[in-house]
């Protein structure tokens, strides 16, 4: 998702005394250890501990706060292994908030809109801008504004990185973290010496780099960012084609990469959760696909598309004999996005990918085929006035606001169980008082 905001003017930091028509620059502003970040943020009491988050069902960490980090804890550590190593150090572990993190992510960029005159929402906790620089060109002071603004708002930390492009302003935005002296802002614009600090980031870190490309790159004795910009773009050419090319000339300070401010429609849409154990009753499988065609449902609607076709799908896991894995399909004569109308498409499919004494570690649920919400293709067979067309659409709109504000479950289908035994691992699940009004603190004065 990406989003244009209205005139920088009218913010608290951008203001027609400072903006003079100049230059542009692109910045990359993200959150540093945003997962953490978010639970520090809830329980002031973390703040300074080292805390680390778990990913589905407890298994890896992957998440770190800067503490943690100091520690030695390596990201993506199965939670076992490092278990007597954290508990040693009094370190905090949290089970993955996922709807905590997206409230979070999204108060942040609705933060972000407002200070510039672009911004592309590149993932959940880091975004591209673009601004014009003032007469001095010095943006500094406006950085360290939206900074102590994200910190007192919302209670994230977050880094800026500038540059002429966005290759750039990955670049600048590491070296903002990694270097406690910068304190969570470069400009590779206007540092005296870029080539000093090009030449510390290793070739594995550059942005788009991946790891085939980076052993052929030091095979050639091209091992720092630096040594990749100037590196002969003929024979990066014959390697990378022109991805690579254009990705040294972003390094370069050459904006080859626009800021993608319209992104295409989501083509398809995926919900798929491992068990917290292996599951092997029909009941227990069809109550887990239900309850995912609710969660897809839920994101078709936010997406504002339709599906003409859903996929379900089951299988063990791979690291125990016998393995077995089965998929079914439908296809829908009118496109829905309605709650009731998938799960009548979806469970009868339930019987077809289940086989008794299987132990099924995971399932999942494919939208398909998706479509906007602005046309329908009316179907023969299946009449649907307007009138209760529009009677679903409501329905569901009600639906989603009452989750929304009281939080996901308020409202729930009869299909997706009371209970579940099987659903996801969340023993250190922290609060959620951005969304749901439980966590929410009392103060009793």
């Known amino acids: 998702m990406c989003r244009s905001g209205a005139s920088p003017f009218t913010s608290s930091i951008l203001s027609s005394a400072h903006i003079i028509a100049m230059t542009q620059v692109t910045a990359l502003i993200d959150a ?16 300074g501990r080292p805390v680390v988050v778990l990913s589905n069902n407890d298994g890896c960490i992957v998440a770190r706060s800067a503490e943690a980090r100091a520690l030695g804890i390596a990201m993506g550590t199965p939670y076992f292994k490092a278990k007597r190593h954290l508990e040693q150090n009094n370190v905090v572990i949290r089970s993955s908030n996922y709807a905590l993190y997206a409230d979070m992510s999204q108060r942040l960029m609705s933060l972000l809109e407002g200070q510039v005159e672009d911004l592309e929402i590149y993932s959940i906790d880091e975004a591209f801008a673009r601004l014009s620089r003032p007469s001095d060109g010095n943006l500094r002071p406006w950085a360290q504004q939206l900074r102590t603004l994200a910190r007192r708002n919302l209670g994230l930390p977050i880094a800026i990185g500038l ?19 910068h304190a969570g802002l470069f ?26 490309l980076a052993v052929w790159c030091r095979m050639r004795g091209v091992v720092n960012a630096r040594e990749l910009r100037d590196m002969p773009s003929g024979c990066l050419r014959a390697k990378a084609g022109v991805v690579g090319v254009r990705l040294q000339r972003e390094l370069q300070g050459h904006a080859c990469l626009p800021l993608d401010l319209q992104p295409s429609a989501k083509q398809e849409t995926c919900v798929s959760r491992s068990f917290s154990h292996p599951i092997t009753s029909l009941e227990e499988l069809r109550e887990a696909i239900a309850t995912y065609v609710v969660r897809a449902a839920e994101k078709l609607r936010k997406q504002q598309q339709r599906t003409a076709a859903l996929t379900i799908y089951t299988r063990t896991s791979p690291f125990i004999p016998g393995f077995y894995s089965r998929a079914a399909s439908t296809s829908l004569d009118l496109p829905s996005n309605d709650t009731r109308v998938l799960l009548e498409a979806a469970l009868p499919l339930v019987e077809r990918i289940f086989q008794p004494h299987r132990p099924l570690a995971k399932a999942g649920v494919l939208m398909q085929h998706l479509q906007g919400i602005d046309q329908l293709q009316q179907h023969l067979w299946v009449p649907c006035t307007e009138e209760e067309q529009q009677k679903r659409e409501s329905l569901m709109a009600t639906v989603d606001r009452l989750n929304h504000r009281y939080g996901r479950g308020t409202v729930q289908w009869a299909a997706c169980g009371l209970d579940p035994s099987w659903a996801m691992r969340r023993e250190r699940l922290g609060r959620a008082a951005t969304t749901r009004l439980s966590d929410v603190p009392v103060v009793r004065a």
Request: charged letters at 30%; one cysteine or more.
């Open 32 to 47: 540093n250890n945003f997962y953490a970040s978010c639970e520090q943020s809830l329980d002031p009491a973390l703040i």
């Open 187 to 212: 400009d590779l614009d206007l540092c005296r010496d870029p080539d000093r600090w090009l030449e510390t980031i290793s070739i594995e870190d550059v942005w788009g780099i991946g790891r085939k």
């Open 163 to 181: 540059g002429a492009s966005k290759g750039q302003a990955k670049l600048a935005n590491r070296l903002a973290k990694v270097v406690p002296a």
